[in-house]
């Protein structure tokens, strides 16, 4: 059937197909796949040997998927992780792709091994799929009580805040930050709202949904504000956004910020000012707004409605 | 998902391939879907690079298939080689309706290269404009063209085997039957990759393997559909276009059947090796755990895909190296 659907390949060595490489390696660490698959996926997309020395020890695989014996001629481009260090057998020429290859190879790589490391505890503890008891015994080695009540930070796996360690899940490779009364949240991630510690898989959650809504005007997410919008968040499915969330992304720039300024101030004068316009011509606008939306932003639904699809949207745009 | 059973999970790296390859094609394969897979897929390399790149020649012949049409066989050799060497007798998968005879040819190249084999590969006529038993036919024809013209072709007579793919596995399997019953040409050997063999659609497999993986249940039933129309699934098909109706396999050739174990046609296949021993007839099958349909294809880098070309490849050194 590969002629169906084809199999994995080098990449465009001139293009960047980010999100081939992110989905194959977030899956292959997802699914718990070892060091080796690792070593293999970087070979096969790259087209050229992948390595790794940790501890002292070599591991090779060709394009293939063989292993290879022997010491490598070349090493590079290379990445360093923890105890060693991942690299492609590319050599002098650079090729576009191969960087992208090898940075998700290293984080892949910094994860699977972290898993046999000791301080797995926090990958334990907001991992749905393990046994209460499990969770349990992990949070006693990270000093908490089940019932402890903490929050959870999910940041961008690029995001190397202080305490943060990287863990796979349902939602890919990202970091996560235990938070309590003592530790500020960091400067850009979801917060899961305030739970017990044994229900940190349902925190973890909640804050991977509040990151996927953070971006430039909204750096940091609270769960713990959304309330019951984030229901609606976690049932959206972004490839059929609902029309009150079409309709949203078809107006301009300009457009959005009046309406903004409607939603969140008390009065169209307050909008007036915010926005530096003419009373009459927001007035206008807000009119013209009303019926682009099919709804009155200003009333008490309208805005509920406004204030979802413009969450919602976030998850759609890039 | 429609998926309704709980099944074996996905080996960690076939997972990861069917994520990445999850955009190029869902799981269900619907009858409106049949041309566009026709086209093949764009980047795809020319077969006779593909061929050029593994040291091996082609020549094309016409023959005579079912009703005396015309249909193609293609022969493969090493370049240059001369004399005699086993024989393939080559039957494409692509679930009835897809594919042309070099569909899949990877898989007995090395066979080639490796053990001076000659093979013959097929135009089989394919459904649904030509249906059953236009397919099970116009293989039985080639494989009679391929013993008749053994000596012409370099073929010890002897030394040949049938191998197929999925739907060319069931093929295969027909055609053994076929062969036996008609006292026609002598098989070595039958390879049957991941075969697709029963038409009924009553496994667990194909009720587990339903909107998840690769050819699913529902494809399975577009492709069984386009070969018999009304007639699947009722008392009105051959034990040759499905051959999980035989009730004797006795006098077969020794088969190789292998598989994944999240695939619709795993019960069928374990059930095939199951028949064929209970009847006396030899056969060596390998369940690969977490495989999907045609893992060893679309992921040839991973430990299991690699493992189960291994296991194939060694049967087939054993028995053509005799």
């Known amino acids: ?318 | 998902m429609a998926e309704t059973l709980p099944r074996p999970p996905f080996d960690p790296e076939l997972e990861a391939v069917l994520a990445v390859l999850a955009e190029a094609l869902p799981p269900a394969i619907t009858p409106e879907m049949i041309p566009v897979l026709r086209q093949g897929l764009p980047g795809a390399i020319p077969i006779d690079e593909l061929l050029a790149e593994a040291g091996v020649e082609r020549v094309d012949h016409v023959i005579p298939g079912y009703g005396a049409a015309d249909i193609e066989v293609s022969v493969l050799r090493r370049i240059g080689s001369t004399g005699v060497g086993p024989g393939v007798f080559h039957t494409h998968g692509g679930g009835m309706i897809i594919g042309d005879r070099f569909t899949g040819i990877g898989q007995i190249l090395p066979w080639i290269v490796e053990h001076g084999a000659v093979a013959v590969t097929v135009e089989y006529r394919l459904a649904p404009e030509f249906p059953d038993p236009y397919p099970i036919e116009d293989c039985y024809a080639g494989l009679v063209w391929t013993a008749e013209n053994a000596h012409e072709l370099g073929i010890d007579p002897e030394r040949l085997i049938i191998a197929g793919a999925s739907a060319g596995g069931g093929l295969a399997a027909g055609t053994a039957l076929l062969a036996r019953d008609r006292q026609g040409p002598a098989l070595a050997g039958q390879v049957l990759i991941y075969p697709m063999l029963d038409d009924r659609d009553e496994t667990v497999s194909t009720a587990q393997v339903n909107g998840v993986g690769v050819w699913d249940r529902t494809s399975n039933i577009t492709g069984w559909s386009a070969l018999l129309g009304d007639r699947r699934g009722t008392a009105d098909v051959s034990i040759y276009a499905a051959p999980a109706r035989a009730t004797d396999l006795s006098g077969l050739p020794p088969a190789f059947i292998d598989c994944g174990s999240v695939e619709v046609f795993r019960d069928e296949d374990v059930a095939y090796a199951t028949a064929l021993w209970h009847a006396g007839t030899q056969a060596e099958l390998h369940v690969w755990p977490g495989g999907f349909h045609g893992f060893d294809q679309m992921a040839p880098q991973s430990a299991i895909g690699q493992a189960m070309v291994a296991a194939r490849d060694a049967w087939v050194a054993r028995l053509l190296s005799q």
């Open chain 1, 1 to 318: 059937m590969q002629e169906l659907v084809g199999r994995i390949t080098a990449l465009d060595p001139e293009a960047s197909e980010t999100l081939k490489v992110i989905t194959y390696f977030d899956a292959l660490v997802g699914a718990g796949a070892g060091i080796d698959a690792l070593l293999r996926a970087a070979a096969t997309l790259s087209g050229v040997t992948a390595g790794l020395e940790h501890r002292d020890r070599i591991r090779r695989r060709d394009a293939s998927g063989r292993q290879v014996d022997g010491d490598p001629v070349v090493t590079s481009p290379a990445r360093d992780v923890p105890g060693g260090r991942v690299w492609l057998e590319r050599g002098d020429i650079h090729v576009v792709a191969d960087e992208m290859v090898v940075e998700r190879f290293a984080l892949a790589v910094t994860v699977t091994l972290a898993r046999h490391e000791p301080d797995a505890a926090l990958e334990i503890v907001i991992d749905r799929d393990r046994p209460r008891a499990d969770r349990v015994a992990s949070l006693a080695r990270l000093r908490l009580d089940a019932s402890s009540r903490v929050r959870i930070a999910a940041l961008p796996p690029d995001h190397d805040e202080p305490g943060s360690v990287l863990l796979a899940g349902h939602a890919g490779v990202l970091r996560g930050l235990l938070l309590d009364s003592t530790r500020e949240a960091p400067a850009r991630g979801g917060i899961s709202p305030w739970v017990r510690a044994d229900l940190l898989p349902e925190g973890w959650e909640a804050a991977t949904l509040a990151l996927r809504l953070t971006g430039p005007a909204h750096p940091v997410v609270d769960a713990g504000e959304l309330g019951s919008l984030l229901l609606a968040v976690g049932a959206f499915d972004p490839s059929a956004p609902p029309e009150d969330v079409t309709t949203l992304a078809g107006l301009d720039p300009r457009s959005r910020d009046v309406l903004d300024a409607l939603v969140n101030t008390d009065s169209l004068r307050g909008a007036s000012a915010a926005l530096g316009m003419h009373h009459s011509t927001v007035q206008a606008r807000h009119e013209a707004l009303t019926r682009d939306l099919g709804y009155d932003p200003r009333s008490p639904l309208g805005r509920a409605r406004y204030l979802t699809a413009e969450l919602l949207l976030r998850l759609v745009a890039p």
